[in-house]
């Protein structure tokens, strides 16, 4: 059973538009819920760290947590073509904080 | 701003030899990992390391694999004999103990022939 999963896209939105990237999640010890950017053959960049359900927003970036559906989601207003790269959901839990579990990445493209 | 830094960004090697990617952590961090990537594949955890000695490994972190924080700064992950399949992307990270955030590095691409 995969434990995080997400949507490899590819994804292809217009400039400007606002773009949601989804994961699901199927083991409940996670609490810990990251969202990572990486550009072709480079290290993920942390975009986004939440602890447990709720939302946390960070200028264009909106990531939303929902241990009830075990849902995980980031939003991106604004988009703009410095956006395009893979985009990475990974949890944690427990007392293995560092031990992540990465889904697949989406990856994005915004055209002008 | 701090960053982890990895060398070399590129290894070639030969089936059989050994290999050993190097990290520079970020200064303050305790908590060292490393990571994997197969070209295509998720990114997989393979080793933390805490106090010197390993706190948690995966099934991937075979016999072949060690790691080592050889001075106060570097962390090296060594690879003893590689296998066709040890070729992949790997990134070390270090974990900010306050806020438990996990950055990595630029990763060290190895190409094993």
């Known amino acids: 059973q995969k434990e995080v999963e997400q949507d490899p896209g590819p994804l292809s939105v217009p400039e400007g538009a606002i773009v949601s990237l989804n994961c699901t999640y199927s083991n409940s010890a996670f609490q810990y819920f990251m969202w990572y950017r990486q550009y072709s053959r480079k290290g993920p960049e942390l975009l986004m760290y939440?602890?447990?359900?709720g939302n946390k927003e960070d200028g264009r970036f909106t990531a939303q947590v929902d241990k009830s559906s075990k849902y995980i989601s980031l939003f991106i207003r604004d988009s703009q073509p410095s956006d395009s790269a893979t985009y990475l959901c990974a949890a944690a839990g427990g007392t293995s904080y560092g031990k992540l579990t990465f889904g697949q990445g989406t990856i994005l493209t915004v055209h002008p | 701003e701090p960053e982890v830094t990895q060398t070399p960004s590129h290894q070639v090697t030969q089936m059989g030899q050994e290999v050993i990617l190097r990290c520079v952590p970020i200064?303050?961090?305790?908590?060292f990992y490393w990571y994997r990537q197969i070209l295509g594949q998720k990114v997989e955890f393979l080793v933390s390391f805490y106090n010197n000695e390993i706190s948690e490994k995966s099934e991937i972190f075979d016999d072949q694999f060690s790691v080592e924080r050889p001075d106060g700064s570097n962390f090296t992950l060594k690879i003893r004999s590689t296998k066709l399949e040890d070729s992949a992307m790997y990134f070390c990270a270090s974990r900010d103990l306050n806020t438990g955030e996990l950055f990595f590095g630029e990763g060290s691409r190895l190409t094993v022939l």
């Open positions: 200064s303050n961090h305790l908590y």
């Open positions: 939440t602890y447990s359900s």
